[in-house]
Nanobody, 115 residues
Framework: QVQFVESGGDLVQPGGSLRLSCAASGRIVSTAGLAWYRQAPGKQRELVAS???????NYADSAKGRFTISRDSAKSTVYLQMNSLRYDDTAVYYC?????????WGQGTQVTVSS
């Protein structure tokens, strides 16, 4: 059974940075496409960034130029470096496979951008 555990969320001021981490059980980090998703209050969960097993990356328009997704297979961890954070980045951030496997959703990590 695959399990994802997200961490690194925090309260940050606009323009600040955060690095989210997602620890995964098993070998899935080295074999599967993975992605970060987020869900803001009152909105549907959306894709933020994805990375393939060959390290190809893709970003939502809102994340391009500000966020960077990466993976470390040796540590079974996926990261999301977020810079130049904005108020509308406030959300719970989740990692999962890409495409999504609904049974793999974890608890997420809260990111709040506020002054």
């Amino acid at each position: 059974q695959v399990q994802f555990v997200e961490s690194g969320g925090d309260l940050v001021q606009p323009g600040g940075s955060l690095r989210l981490s997602c620890a995964a059980s098993g070998r899935i980090v080295s074999t599967a496409g993975l992605a970060w998703y987020r869900q803001a209050p009152g909105k549907q969960r959306e894709l933020v960034a994805s990375i393939t097993s060959l390290f190809g990356t893709n970003y939502a328009d809102s994340a391009k130029g500000r966020f960077t997704i990466s993976r470390d297979s040796a540590k079974s961890t996926v990261y999301l470096q977020m810079n130049s954070l904005r108020y509308d980045d406030t959300a719970v951030y989740y990692c999962n496979t890409w495409p999504i496997r609904p049974e793999y959703w974890g608890q997420g990590t809260q990111v709040t951008v506020s002054s």
